[in-house]
């Protein structure tokens, strides 16, 4: 829209404001007031600071009579006015960050209409960066002296990169304290898991519609709708495809005002300068690189113009898509064909967790306690008949059939929603009734499954997936949980050929022996001994393994030279950081290497430990 053609609407607008608000017995007649009555002096004042860039217009009419101002930076002769503000109110006060010269006009309404004055003008004397200091103008403009360009989220293809596409739709009345937390948290960045920092304004009753273009296409074409440009340079300039304006961004109550322009949009512009026509839009979103700006007005449901900054959009690389691949024989495990029935309970000490849509688990999430009803819980899975049961919290029993794709994702009938935590928001639940196999575990001993997690998708506001809440589940046998821990004992010669000990299942804490026997190793030439316990630090970070004996050929060697005893020989972990290791013979380690002799062997070398689950710290490392 044409700065002339929008000063018509204003003007148009102010002359029904203005007559809705005179007395009754005014009627258009004769012109009671002039240009000249209403100059500078004689019927207003300009009053500037310049010390704060403070400029007050304060009217000289009556009270009766109906003001409007309008002011900006002093156009050069012949040029339009470029508007940076407007008021209705009969004392305006405005802080100007730029020096330079301005303008002021007032206007009144007469019984003849609306006059104008002639422009005033005034001056200041120095640039005031304190009133561009918020950090709002840099990600709105980029900052004093730069610029910073918006388009529409959508394209020719229609692809939207950050909400899905151009509009959303709102209840009127909301704003940005509407979507916002006193934190400064967002209600499209917060995530929905954390109590802490969720926002959803349905809650309150404050309904939008996050439509996304691909389901909606009726919202508007596919097409580059062109740029939007604001800058500080010299003044709060923007320009929209080409038509230049003013605006103005009041940092307390997130208004953006435009003058002599509208914002991108596309819609029929028509349309979209009615619903605002004062030239005020509530901005309710903005970050480095995205913004909405809500129309709210009465024309037509309040609705948002979704933007992205041309940089992002220029430099942005989708994201890959990420899937979980499971091996190749996963269905032998989660399916076997000589066991029908399957029964799950959730894992005791760590009953859930995140991950990414990798399948990756993030670390650091924060710890939450899990529900103190957890262990009521159960999921049986019939891989004959396709059917399950799950009883939930209160000992309710919900079930039905399930399939299972190819790449281990279980849909069920229906799923049933329980908090898994303490914190309540976290909870077991899927929207779609699915479940993802993200991982498992096979038992060392038994050669079953003893781990599984199922994963349930998180969405943003937008609908996109963008993590999975896991539920670890154990294997029931018998009824009860049981862990068993597969250990060895390992021997090398200086050739690097091995022998090994059978395997040894820990079951808890306890002593444990190892018995290696010449095998196709060089037993008279010992260079590398070591005993490991898989996946012991996984649920026992704080385990030990204690040296109790080491007998070569019968006699014991522990503590039979200087240096060779339990304190000194060295702990840590495995070629796996689950694995508690011991190396009980170190060639990287000169006062172990000097022990090497002992290890020379012809019937057998035993080895006696103790494991202690728990020692109160990190011993293993």
């Given at each position: ?21 005179s ?22 004042t300009v ?18 009579y ?16 470029s ?24 206007a ?9 004055s ?34 529409l ?12 596409g151009?509009?959303w ?13 006193a ?32 389901g ?19 003044g ?38 009615a ?8 901005v ?32 942005y ?31 005791e ?46 000992g ?46 096979i ?30 589940m ?18 090398s ?42 996946k ?12 109790k ?73």
């Open positions: 829209m044409k700065l002339r053609n929008l000063i018509y609407t204003v003007l148009a607008g102010l002359t029904v404001m203005m007559a809705a608000c007395p009754e017995s005014d009627s258009l007649g004769a012109v009671d007031l002039t240009a000249a009555q209403l100059a500078e002096g004689a019927g207003f009053e500037v600071d310049q010390n704060t860039n403070q400029v007050v217009f304060k009217s000289l009419l009556p009270s009766n109906s003001v409007y101002w309008e002011y900006g930076p002093k156009p050069a002769d012949g040029a339009d006015r508007i940076s503000g407007t008021s209705n109110n009969s004392v305006y006060q405005v802080g100007i960050a730029f020096d330079g010269e301005y303008y002021v006009r007032m009144a309404q007469t019984r003849g209409g609306i006059v104008f002639e422009p005033a003008t005034f001056r200041i004397n120095e640039m005031n960066p304190q009133l561009l200091s918020d950090p709002l103008w840099t990600l709105l403009s980029g900052g004093i002296g730069k610029s910073k360009t918006w388009v989220d959508i394209d020719a293809e229609g692809n939207a990169i950050k909400f899905g151009p509009k739709f709102y209840t009127a009345g909301q704003s940005w304290d509407s979507f916002h937390n934190k400064g948290e967002n209600y499209i960045d917060s995530k929905s898991w954390d109590a802490t920092t969720a926002i959803d304004p349905t809650y309150s009753g404050e309904w939008y519609w996050a439509a996304d273009w691909a909606n296409g009726w919202i508007c074409g596919a097409a580059d709708y062109g740029e939007m440009t604001f800058d500080l340079i010299g709060a300039n923007v320009n929209v495809n080409g038509t230049q304006g003013a605006y103005n961004l009041d940092v307390d109550t997130h208004i953006l005002s435009f003058t002599g322009t509208i914002p991108l949009s596309c819609g029929v512009e028509s349309n979209i300068a619903q605002c026509p004062a030239g005020n839009y509530k309710i979103y903005l970050t480095e690189n995205a913004m909405q700006i809500l129309f709210d007005g009465d024309s037509e449901t309040p609705f948002t113009m979704n933007y992205v900054s041309k940089e992002y959009k220029d430099n690389v989708p994201p890959v898509v990420t899937t979980i691949t499971l091996p190749d024989d996963w269905k032998d495990y989660i399916q076997p064909k000589n066991q029908n029935v399957t029964t799950y309970k959730f894992d000490d760590e009953p859930f967790g995140w991950f990414t849509l990798a399948g990756e688990q993030i670390a650091g999430r924060g710890s939450f306690a899990a529900h103190g009803d957890l262990g009521e819980v159960s999921l049986e899975l019939n891989g004959k008949t396709q059917t399950y049961k799950m009883t939930d919290l209160s309710n029993e919900h079930g039905g059939s399930y399939s299972i794709s190819d790449g281990g994702l279980f849909t069920f009938t229906g799923l049933p929603s329980f908090p898994v935590s303490t914190n309540t928001d976290i909870r077991f639940a899927s929207a779609t009734n699915q479940l993802q196999i993200i991982a498992y575990e038992d060392d001993y038994s050669g079953d499954i003893s781990d599984l997690w199922l994963g349930s998708r998180q969405y943003d506001a937008q609908g996109h997936a963008y993590e999975y809440l896991a539920y670890h154990k294997k029931q046998t018998a009824g009860a949980q049981v862990e068993r821990l597969k250990s060895n004992l390992n021997y010669d200086s050739g690097w050929t091995f022998t090994n000990s059978e395997d040894v299942y820990i079951t808890g804490d306890g002593d444990y022996t190892y018995t290696l026997y010449p095998n196709s190793a060089n037993t008279q030439d010992p260079y590398l001994m070591y005993l490991d316990v898989y012991l630090l996984k649920n026992h970070p704080n385990a030990d393994i204690i040296l004996s080491i007998k070569v050929d019968g006699t014991e060697i522990l503590g039979s030279e200087d240096g060779m005893d339990d304190a000194t020989i060295s702990r840590g972990v495995g070629d796996d950081a689950t694995t508690g290791r011991r190396y009980i013979l170190n060639p990287w380690n000169e006062e172990s290497a000097t022990h090497t002799h002992l290890f020379k062997f012809s019937t057998t070398i035993e080895v006696t430990i103790s494991v202690k689950f728990d020692t109160g710290d990190v011993v293993l490392q």
